[in-house]
């Protein structure tokens, strides 16, 4: 698949990593670092703009080194940039660890995968079919 990209960044665009990686990493375009203290949760850009295909989205999720390692990850997650959206792609992180956290220029924050999409249109009826789970939902099998 094809998609137009503007790089307004200092960085290369982004890549997958190995052959069968569904996500690409994201990286922080920052003129300067950007510390993340505890809780704290902020915007961070990342010099790109897209032109997505209609019926297709970008999925900005979290890296998991950076959410095991570090405590942070993507607020919003997945987060959704639509196919018609021509902003510049900014990532909300938060730190959820006891310790603040830098972000550096250049810095993989997070991952971005392009997935396909449908639109729902509504049928109001007055009944459901029945399913043998039913209304069940939130722990109603008893198992963790």
């Known amino acids: ?17 190995t052959e069968q990686s569904a ?13 993340l203290q505890p809780l704290q949760r902020c915007l961070i850009p990342t010099g790109l703009y897209l032109s997505i295909p209609k019926g297709y989205e970008a999925q900005i999720r979290p890296r ?35 310790d603040p956290f830098v972000i550096e220029d250049g810095e993989r924050i997070a991952q971005m995968v392009i997935a396909s999409h449908e639109q729902a249109e509504w049928h109001p009826v007055d009944s459901l079919d029945e399913t043998e789970r039913g209304e069940g939902g939130f722990g109603h099998t008893g198992k963790i």
Do not use: Q, W
């Not at 137009?4 to 890549?15: F, G």
């Not at 996500?23 to 510390?35: F, H, K, W, Y």
């Open 23 to 35: 996500g690409m990493d994201i990286r922080a375009n920052l003129s300067e670092s950007v510390t």
């Open 64 to 98: 998991s080194g950076l959410a095991i390692k570090k405590g942070i990850t993507v607020l919003n997650s997945p987060g959704t940039i639509d196919a018609d959206y021509r902003g510049e792609v900014c990532i909300i992180l938060v730190n959820l660890s006891a």
């Open 1 to 17: 698949m094809e998609i137009k990209v503007i790089n307004k960044s200092k960085h290369p665009l982004p890549t997958y990593a």
